[in-house]
Structures are given as structure tokens and as C-alpha cells.
């Protein structure tokens, strides 16, 4: 053990889950129809529209099934008369209404499951208050169950809808325990926040320049500061090493090295200053973090922001932490969230992540948010099989099986 670099990312105490659930609650892409393999157990939000009026029986082992009622059971009466089923065969009444909407950013909700024990972590918040919300509402997110909020890195298509994340969280919570004594969800961030951050338009990105003269900015708005995170009724955790919570369930790493030669950051992103007033280059952007849980005999899962550090780096460090190969089950099977692979810099970077992802070859991959279909579609040649949509309202359910 003497070899390990001081801030290495390890997770040594790491459970073996029993199962773990994602429910997508903001992504770019909406997309319920795309077939997806049997063992990555997926319910997209339009099925469990329809299973809802059927009255199927979901079987989700401990876990409810999330059932939307609100359209379903307001248009069609139960008992009395029933339109549906006057017409001819109609099982099923499909409110369009219903659906989650699609948004520039990401939020995933992770529910882990061992022994009968249930812990549920946000990992993001999507771009704004408003879409985080509506979704979250739609796909009848239990707010009170929520025990912490993992923040991938500090920018606004994950930040946006904390505070208002914070506030349901807190306020389900006071509701259930019916006091105000009820503990505060916690909010587990990197401290490195910057005031805000954005894109330099003029190129190179020139260091501490000032938004002066031909210098042109765009900005993404103001990150939510650590005080109106607490004042929300929140308990802010600064972590910038890797650690676990919720009983070990879970792992979120600390900086992710930086290790192949292609993945080098975000070329013109820029971070503001409020105290100097100045914007500065930052092509790498240090503070963002992966998560990670592992299931029996099904491996290892990771949630990716953005994959600013480069989704390779990620999946190589996570390999690294876990030394895979020493354990049968401690392959990656699931790579989730946004790979950083659109924009004319970066799908440059597309042939040589696709070559050393399947290196890694992880069962599967959601690459979504900010991934970009050319991306998408070159994994999916590559990797036949091995590709699925992340999609809002995706419920995916990664369940230990006997073999
Ligand atoms: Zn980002
Ligand atoms: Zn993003």
C-alpha cells in the first residue's frame, strides 16, 4: 500500500450493492422508444404510463414502482362508464402531457439497495429550478428519502436546480417527520466554487484578461453560493477528496488525473472573479468529480458529469481505485452521463475515445447530456450492443442475478 499517491481516489469500504436504480430526471434527450438490453432493467417513464392503467404488477423488489397518476386517473374515471374501454380494445389512455421534458444538463437520481436497506443520493440538478422540478414531480420523486446531493462539478446545467433541490428535499423531510427537527439533506460539493463560469468567444483564451475591447464573454450565470445552499435548509460538505456515503454505498471520487494525451479540458472556458472582476482562463476544470457504486455479480457503475477530465481518464482511474481483474465483479458494467464529445474541438477526440474505450469495454454505456450524437453513433459502431439512451424519465434497475 506504501505506493498509492497521497490523494489517490480509493473506496476500499465500497458495499456490494444488492441493486441499484437510476432514475433520469434531467437529460438533453427524450427518447422512450429505443429497445435497450434486458439486464440493465430499464422502465422508461412511457412504459410506467401505460403499466399504470393496466394495473400490471411491476415487481420492483423493495422499491415502489414510480406510478404517475395524475392525467391517467383524472381523464379516466374508474368505475363509472369508463370511455377508455369503449373504444374497441383501448387499454390505455397515453397523455402526451405526462412525459418529462428534455433539457440542456443532467440529474439522476440513484437508489441503492442492500439487505433490504434503501439509500438515495441526487447526483446534479439539471440547468434550472423549473425543468428540475417539473420532471421530478412527473417521475414522483420521494424528496424526503433523499439523504444527500452529490454535485458533479460547479457548472449551471448541474447546479442550476440545487437550490430549489434543497428546499423540496428539506421541505418533504420537515413534512414527513411533521417537526422542524427534521436533518438537513446533505450537500456534497467540491470547495473550489467559482463565482460563475463561461466561454471566452475570442480565441486564443487570453489569461486574466478582462472584458475590455474585442473580448468577448459568454456568461452561464451565477453559481449558488455555500450560505444560500445552507440557508435553504442544506448541510454543505466540501469534499475535494475521494470518500463514501450513505453507509458506503456510494463513492465520489476527487480529482480525476489526467492521464491521455487527447483529453485536455475545455478549450476558451473561462471562470469569473467576482472579487476582482476578472474572468480568467481555466481550460481544465479540477473540481469535477465521478461517482461510483458497484452491484454483485453485475460490477462496477459510474456516473460522469460532463467527463471534463475526459470520459477515458475517468473509466481508466476508476479501473485503477478498484484494480480490476483482482475480482471477478469488479469490472465497470455501466458508464453513465455526459461524455464532453460535441463542438467542432471536441469530436476531434471521437476516434481515439472510442479506440480506448473499448480497451476499457464496459458492458454498457449511456453516453447522453452533452455527448453528442456523433459520439453516440461512433460508440454504437464500435461497441454494437453495448450502447443505450439515457433519456429523461429512463428508470434503470442493475440487479444482482443468480448465474
Ligand atoms: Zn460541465
Ligand atoms: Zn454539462
Known amino acids: 500500500m506504501g505506493t498509492q499517491e497521497p490523494n489517490e481516489n480509493q473506496f476500499p469500504d465500497l458495499v456490494e450493492l444488492d441493486a441499484l436504480r437510476l432514475t433520469v430526471i434531467v437529460d438533453n434527450e427524450v427518447d422512450f422508444m429505443t429497445s435497450v438490453p434486458n439486464d440493465l432493467g430499464l422502465t422508461t417513464q412511457a412504459q410506467s404510463l401505460f403499466k399504470d392503467r393496466r394495473h400490471l404488477d411491476t415487481d420492483r423488489s423493495t422499491i415502489p414502482s414510480g406510478h ?83 454535485l458533479s462539478h460547479w457548472h449551471v446545467d448541474h447546479s442550476g436546480g440545487m437550490l430549489a433541490a434543497v428546499e423540496r428535499c428539506q421541505h418533504a423531510r420537515e413534512q414527513q417527520q411533521q417537526q422542524q427537527s427534521a436533518s438537513p439533506v446533505v450537500v456534497d460539493l467540491h470547495p473550489d466554487r467559482p463565482d460563475e463560469r463561461g466561454i471566452c468567444l475570442t480565441k486564443p483564451s487570453p489569461p486574466g484578461a478582462t472584458a475590455s475591447g474585442a473580448i468577448e464573454y459568454v456568461a452561464w450565470g451565477k453559481e449558488p453560493t455555500f450560505s444560500a445552499l445552507e440557508s435553504a435548509g442544506g448541510k454543505v460538505s466540501k469534499n475535494a477528496k475521494a470518500h463514501t456515503i450513505c453507509d458506503s454505498f456510494f463513492g465520489v471520487s476527487g480529482t480525476i488525473p489526467r492521464n491521455t494525451a487527447y483529453e485536455t479540458g475545455l478549450p476558451n472556458h473561462v471562470r469569473w472573479s467576482e472579487s476582482t472582476k476578472t474572468w480568467s482562463a481555466e481550460q481544465e476544470i479540477m473540481d469535477e468529480r465521478y461517482l461510483v457504486a458497484r452491484v454483485r455479480s453485475k460490477g462496477l457503475i459510474v456516473l460522469t458529469g460532463c467527463s471534463h477530465a475526459g470520459v477515458i481518464n475517468v473509466c481508466q482511474d476508476v479501473k485503477r481505485a478498484f484494480g480490476a481483474g483482482k475480482k471477478t465483479d469488479d469490472h465497470i458494467f455501466f458508464v453513465v452521463g455526459g461524455f464532453h464529445l460535441a463542438g467542432g474541438s471536441m469530436e476531434t477526440r471521437i476516434q481515439e475515445t472510442v479506440k480506448d474505450m473499448k480497451e476499457i469495454n464496459p458492458a454498457y454505456m449511456a453516453p447522453g447530456h452533452c455527448s453528442g450524437w456523433r459520439a453516440k453513433s461512433a460508440l454504437e459502431n464500435a461497441m454494437t450492443g453495448q450502447v443505450v439512451s439515457l433519456g429523461v424519465g429512463s428508470d434503470f434497475f442493475i440487479t444482482h442475478q443468480e448465474s
Open 68 to 150: 404517475l397518476h395524475t392525467h391517467l386517473h383524472a381523464n379516466a374515471t374508474e368505475g363509472e362508464g369508463d370511455d377508455v374501454s369503449k373504444r374497441g380494445m383501448t387499454t390505455v389512455d397515453f397523455n402526451f402531457a405526462d412525459v418529462c421534458c428534455g433539457a440542456h444538463g443532467l440529474s439522476i437520481l440513484l437508489t441503492g439497495i442492500k439487505d433490504g436497506k434503501e439509500h438515495k443520493v441526487l447526483f446534479d440538478t439539471g440547468p434550472h429550478s423549473a425543468i428540475f422540478l417539473e420532471n421530478a414531480k412527473r417521475l414522483e420523486i420521494e424528496f424526503e428519502k433523499i439523504e444527500v446531493i452529490v
